[in-house]
């Protein structure tokens, strides 16, 4: 050890390594109890590999709100690491370093939780054993990670329901809320590359943790600097969590169809893939219970964490979706739909102008479903003129406008979230808390219909929430974006469009016409690595102190400032301080910027529009996109000259 420490010191001088990675380094080497930790820092001093060195030891990798994220394969993989191999071509190991998701911060992350529900419990004069729900998708190591969860939980005193397999995140935040569990945790990196991997964390409401809560759990995380812990003499039992519970969750999924009047004689031809992930598990036998013609990729039906027929598992991108498009051609299906990794997004595809199928946005697809669930609540009466003033639709800051515009013409109200489904979620159990406690009973036993009278009578009833990311929800019965019930939601949209003899890209046109035109591109500015980590700081720090007064021939007319400004949301609730600053233009034009909380990129979102009613769809939709194009190439230009 002593030679590692020798040569890693001279590093620091010569200026190979930073000094918060010499820091690391040794705090790791002390705290594990990996048998490939030392040899693998060992491998890679030996062959000069200080970049890789600083990427994985630059920082530990920090506890947030939303738990944690990082690689479990790095960029080099060590001899020690790759051992003999795991499934589907993996290394045996995953990556040693304090800013890798491995075994040692998982530790962390997951004694903390613990450490922190004990004393919650202890607070609120509980004398019980915590209860925790534990899933996982089918990256590389979510199984490991998962079983590793499990065995630490009850070993520390806590009762854990593990489900028997890969899942999607949705369903896990059901089951805490079924289950009146205490916490819970989904190994996974949703939609990342194949080499990472995270943990995902969730309170008692099925909700990630957010406030106070994630404050105790980041202080308690934080706090761990070893591998090492004492088990408990009373252990918890493990419980495991199979096809009886998919039952009661797809059941509680079918509830999200308003009209199912419009399957009779016949269902739509849906061609579905999961991109090796977990949505082909609910989502298949979903839509066929419902009378859906279901067709999949059987290429892309294989669970697989190395995601081998696509370059990203993700379904914002268009490529993820080409082999399901071009299976949808040969089919004659009326619409595709992808769904990423862990389930929670959702990405489709319609016909379009002359029988091709075509890609929609995130905000295309929340759009459609915000507008025509609204709608229907309207015609079956269940949203009046009486209760209007109680219905609302969710949306983030950076999501569409073209929502608020569907909001305002039906009288709901509209309300404006950070970004990050945890703050949907948060507004969902502000809702749920104003029902007085003598009318809502067990609130969590009641069916749809129930639950939403009372929110009607007595607090506020969410139609729909969604993120210009692909998250969408239409139920209070889960706290997180969700993609079962939306494939669910948007199968049913399409089977609407075809009773009235029209595609949904014309759909979506009628209600450009009637709203105006919205359009929204996002664009990003990836930068990996300790280096990349260091630039995105900048860079936000740089917009933040120093924002623009005039950006491609317009001149700012407004600047909001989420890092250091105070806001509040449409209900007065003040929001979190976060990084991110949105930039209005004179001439209509806006822009957000934020760095990512879960990927090495900081991101961009663009806002352009006309009016509604325009002679010339067409020219409108060419108009818009070329302004926000040109916006593009000045933003791109004044943040190289920034970050120089």
């Not at 990996?34 to 060195?53: F, K, N, P, R, Y």
């Not at 697989?304 to 991108?317: A, I, L």
């Not at 600053?581 to 822009?591: H, T």
């Amino acid at each position: 050890m002593s030679d590692i420490y020798n040569l890693i010191e001279n590093a620091v001088v010569n200026g190979s390594l930073l000094e918060s990675s010499q820091d690391n380094i040794k705090a790791l080497l002390e705290g594990t109890t990996s048998a490939v930790a030392e040899q693998s820092v060992s491998e890679l001093i030996d062959a000069g590999e200080w970049q890789e060195l600083n990427d994985r030891f630059y920082k530990t990798l920090a506890f947030g709100t939303g738990g944690l994220r990082g690689r479990t394969v790095g960029r080099v993989v060590t001899q020690a690491e790759l051992g003999s191999g795991g499934p589907n071509e993996r290394p045996e190991h995953p990556c040693v370093g304090t800013a890798a998701m491995n075994f040692y911060n998982l530790s962390r992350a997951i004694r903390g939780m613990v450490n922190y529900l004990k004393s919650y419990l202890e607070e609120k004069g509980e004398v019980r054993k915590p209860i925790f729900v534990l899933g996982h998708d089918t990256r590389h190591f979510s199984r490991d990670f998962a079983e590793f969860c499990a065995k630490v939980c009850t070993e520390l005193g806590c009762d854990v329901h593990l489900f028997d397999g890969p899942r999607a995140t949705p369903q896990i935040s059901y089951a805490i809320r079924e289950l009146n569990a205490d916490a819970g945790v989904v190994l996974t990196a949703s939609h990342n590359p194949a080499h990472d991997n995270g943990f995902k964390a969730y309170f008692n409401e099925g909700a990630q943790i957010v406030g106070a809560d994630a404050e105790g759990v980041i202080t308690e995380v934080n706090a761990i600097t070893s591998e090492r812990y004492e088990p408990v003499a009373e252990q918890g039992t493990l419980y495991v969590l199979d096809a009886k519970d998919d039952r009661v969750y797809m059941d509680d999924a079918k509830s999200l169809l308003l009209r199912p009047e419009l399957l009779e004689g016949g269902g739509t031809k849906v061609v579905f893939t999961n991109l090796h992930g977990t949505g082909g598990h609910c989502i298949v036998p979903l839509l066929s219970e419902l009378g859906f013609e279901v067709l999949t990729v059987p290429e892309q039906d294989i669970q697989d964490g190395r995601f081998p027929t696509v370059k990203s598992p993700n379904p914002e991108n268009a490529e993820a979706l080409a082999m399901a498009i071009t299976l949808a051609e040969k089919e004659g299906a009326e619409i595709v739909i992808g769904t990423d990794p862990d389930n929670d997004r959702m990405g489709v595809a319609v016909r379009g102008e002359g029988g091709k199928m075509q890609i929609l946005t995130g905000n295309q697809i929340g759009s459609l479903m915000a507008w025509y669930r609204t709608k229907t609540f309207f015609e079956q009466g269940v949203i009046n003129d009486s209760n209007r003033s109680r219905a609302v639709l969710i949306k983030t800051l950076v999501t569409t406008e073209l929502q608020r515009a569907i909001a305002e013409k039906y009288g709901v109200g509209i309300v404006d979230t950070l970004t990050g489904f945890k703050y949907i979620a948060e507004k969902l159990e502000k809702y749920e808390r104003s029902i007085p406690t003598d009318k809502k009973g067990n609130y969590r036993t009641l069916n749809s219909t129930e639950s939403r009278a009372l929110r009607l009578e007595y607090s506020r009833f969410f139609i729909f929430g969604g993120e210009e990311s692909y998250g969408y929800l239409g139920t209070d019965t889960i706290r997180d974006k969700d993609g079962n019930g939306a494939a669910v939601m948007f199968a049913e949209l399409a089977a609407y469009a075809k009773s009235e003899g029209k595609s949904l890209a014309e759909l979506m046109d009628e209600l450009y016409e009637e709203y105006g035109y919205h359009l929204e591109i996002g664009k990003a500015l990836v930068m990996e690595g300790a280096d990349g980590a260091t630039q995105i700081k900048s860079l936000a720090i740089s917009y933040s102190e120093n924002p623009p007064v005039e950006v491609d021939g317009s001149a700012v007319v407004r600047v909001r400032d989420f890092s250091k400004d105070d806001f509040e949301d449409a209900e007065g609730d003040t929001l979190p301080k976060e990084g991110m600053i949105i930039i209005d233009l004179e001439d209509g034009r806006s822009y957000a910027v934020r760095p990512s909380g879960t990927e090495p990129k900081i991101k961009y979102y663009l806002f352009g529009k006309d009016a509604a009613g325009v002679a010339d769809l067409a020219v409108s939709k060419e108009k818009v996109r070329t302004e926000l194009e040109s916006l593009w190439q000045a933003l791109e230009t004044d943040a190289t000259a920034r970050m120089s």
